[in-house]
C-alpha cells in the first residue's frame, strides 16, 4: 500500500563511487520530483519531470543525472560522489493540476 | 535574503497550548501556501493548503495568509505530544507543476 517508495533507505559509501537512488508511486501521478534536505532541513528541489519530460532543473552539479523510465518512476543517478553530497533525498509525486506532493521516505546518504 | 524565511526554533509548549507557526517570504508572485508536517527520519506530509489570502481551518488547525504582509501563519490548537515534529512552510506562483519553495521548518515539541 505504500504510496511513494525509495530504495535505498541508507547508503553509505565512498567519495568517487558512483549511486542510484530509486523511486516508485503507485498514486496515478503524472509528475515526480527530487528534493535534497540538508543537515539544517533545508528542503531544496532539484528536479521534476511530468509524463516522463524534465520540467524544473535547479541549479544542479551534472553529476547528478535523473531519470524516468515511466510515469510511474523516478531514479537519482550520482556520479563521482563528493562529501557535500551527504543529506537525505526525498523523492515527491504529485497531479501536474495540483500543488499537493507526496513525499516518499527519503534515502538517507553519507559519503566518506 | 532567502525568498522564504522561517524561524527554525526549537519550539518547546506545554501540552494543550495554542502554537503559532509563521513565515514570511519575499516573492509576491507566490498565490498557493501550504503547511507540510514532518516527524523525524520520515517524509514531509501536507497539513494544510490555501489559495491566495484569508485563512482556513481544518479541525485543531488554522492557517492564515496575509499576502499585503507577506505573511503566513499556521495555529495549533489544544497541541498534543503527536503535534511534536519539524513544520515546514511551502509555497508556490502558479498552480500545477510549478516549483515549490519550501521555508528551513520550526521544530516543534509538545511537552505532556
Known amino acids: 500500500d505504500t504510496a511513494v517508495s525509495q530504495t535505498p533507505k541508507y547508503l553509505v559509501t565512498q567519495m568517487g563511487n558512483d549511486k542510484s537512488i530509486k523511486c516508485e508511486q503507485n498514486?496515478?501521478?503524472?509528475?515526480m520530483y527530487w528534493y535534497k534536505q540538508d543537515s539544517k532541513k533545508f528542503l531544496k528541489i532539484m528536479f521534476s519531470?511530468?509524463?516522463?519530460?524534465?520540467?524544473i532543473n535547479e541549479t544542479v552539479p551534472n553529476r547528478f543525472s535523473p531519470k524516468s523510465p515511466d510515469k510511474a518512476h523516478l531514479n537519482l543517478h550520482i556520479n563521482s560522489l563528493e562529501l557535500g553530497d551527504s543529506a537525505v533525498y526525498f523523492c515527491?509525486?504529485?497531479?501536474?493540476?495540483?500543488?499537493?506532493?507526496?513525499f516518499g521516505p527519503g534515502t538517507r546518504l553519507l559519503v566518506l | 535574503q532567502k525568498e522564504v524565511e522561517q524561524d527554525p526554533g526549537p519550539l518547546s509548549v506545554p501540552e494543550g497550548a495554542i502554537v503559532s507557526l509563521n513565515c514570511t517570504y519575499s516573492?509576491?508572485?507566490?498565490?498557493?501556501f501550504m503547511w507540510y508536517r514532518q516527524y523525524s527520519r520520515k517524509g514531509p506530509e501536507l497539513l494544510m493548503y490555501t489559495y491566495s489570502s484569508g485563512n482556513k481551518e481544518d479541525g485543531r488547525f488554522t492557517a492564515q495568509v496575509d499576502k499585503s504582509s507577506k505573511y503566513i501563519s499556521l495555529f495549533i490548537r489544544d497541541s498534543q505530544p503527536s503535534d511534536s515534529a519539524t513544520y515546514l512552510c511551502a509555497m508556490s506562483a502558479s498552480g500545477g507543476y510549478q516549483k515549490v519553495t519550501f521555508g528551513t521548518g520550526t521544530k516543534l515539541q509538545v511537552i505532556p
Open positions: 515527491a509525486s504529485g497531479h501536474s493540476g495540483s500543488e499537493t506532493q507526496y
Open positions: 519531470y511530468n509524463n516522463k519530460e524534465l520540467i
Open positions: 516573492n509576491s508572485a507566490f498565490q498557493y
Open positions: 498514486l496515478g501521478h503524472d509528475t
